[in-house]
């Protein structure tokens, strides 16, 4: 394992880790390495994000003006067919 040591640290940052360290019944060394590593899981996890975004526009320039229905449209039409199916019947007459 490496050994990474940070200099120059303002004594408001020092004692607010402490602090959470404490808080969180950690070593303030443990707690610096729960910092460091989850700020660098969400780096990657902004990136997914980031790459789900670009697929989804992606896939919403590819599928723009294939004029989907409603839900409403959707859900009238499915009353419709079951209607004639029931009845043996257009629904209007």
């Known amino acids: ?23 969180r019944g950690r070593s303030a060394e443990a707690e610096h390495r729960e910092i460091l590593r989850a700020a660098l899981l969400d780096d990657r996890a902004q990136s997914a994000r980031e790459q789900a975004v670009a697929r989804l526009a992606d896939f ?14 959707l859900l009238e039409q499915s009353r419709a067919e079951r209607t004639q199916a029931l009845t043996g019947a257009d629904e209007a007459g």
């Open 1 to 23: 394992m490496a050994t990474l040591t940070v200099r120059n640290l303002d004594d408001d940052v020092v004692r607010r880790l402490r602090i959470r360290a404490a808080e």
């Open 60 to 73: 919403r320039r590819r599928t723009a003006g294939r004029g989907s229905p409603s839900s409403g449209e």
